[in-house]
């Protein structure tokens, strides 16, 4: 297995053998369990679905409650398909945890939802510096100023820096170093920040892009 779900808890600080403090991520990952397997004889490629966060049967649709009660499982809130080379090695109902998709001292890489910041001007979306603040200046300290239309070409061009909803969009941070893995409690630390906020679930894989 390359990748999990879990859920994030925050970030603190280690230190390492220099006495360095390290900031890290800590999250919650798994365990997961295996709902349904692919096999490129019945679906024309290998790919293993995991579930994450068991609820309540009332929660449920009736057609996803039936969807894993075929794996003998009860219905889980977030599911995901995972691409495998061998989709015979997996079984239904099989428990995935942290410790069988990262080991201490490998790289990973992790998607999720960043926070959510409703619309914003410039200044905040794109980083703008502002206008002057005096010699005349009218109160557009924060405003975008000249968005380069005339006569010619008499339009705004398309993907000018303006005012816009911010954050919200699914982002992967690649390459984060695992620091250090809790397999009995199932955590992981990775060294560095993470799309989302406190309680956002992510998808933690193996770096496709090692390096370092």
Do not use: W
Not at 28 to 48: F, L, N, S
Not at 77 to 97: C, K, M, N, T, W
Not at 188 to 203: E, Q
Request: glycine share 14%; net charge positive.
């Amino acid at each position: 297995m390359r990748a999990i779900l879990g859920e994030k808890l925050g970030m603190t600080q280690v230190f390492d053998e220099k006495s360095q403090a390290v900031p890290v991520t800590v999250i919650k990952a798994g365990p997961c369990r295996v709902v349904q397997i692919k096999t490129p004889e019945t679906d024309g490629y290998g790919a293993v679905q995991i579930a994450y966060r068991e609820i309540p049967d009332h929660r449920a649709t009736r057609p996803s409650a039936g969807h894993f009660a075929r794996a003998g499982l009860g219905p889980h809130r977030h599911l995901v398909e995972i691409r495998v080379d061998d989709p015979e090695a997996y079984q239904l109902g099989q428990e995935i945890s942290v410790a069988d998709v990262l080991e201490k001292g490998s790289r990973a890489d992790v998607a999720g939802v960043t926070k959510g910041k409703g619309f914003a001007g410039v200044i905040k979306r794109h980083n703008f510096s502002g206008q002057g603040a005096s010699h005349g200046t009218h109160r557009v300290h924060r405003a975008p100023g000249s968005i380069g239309a005339c006569a010619t070409p008499a339009r705004v061009f398309r993907g000018m820096k303006m005012p816009g909803r911010l954050g919200g969009d699914r982002r992967t941070v690649l390459n984060l170093e695992v620091i250090e893995i809790d397999a009995d409690r199932g955590l992981l630390m990775l060294r560095g920040a993470v799309p989302g906020g406190k309680g956002s679930v992510l998808l933690v894989r193996e770096a496709v892009k090692k390096r370092g």
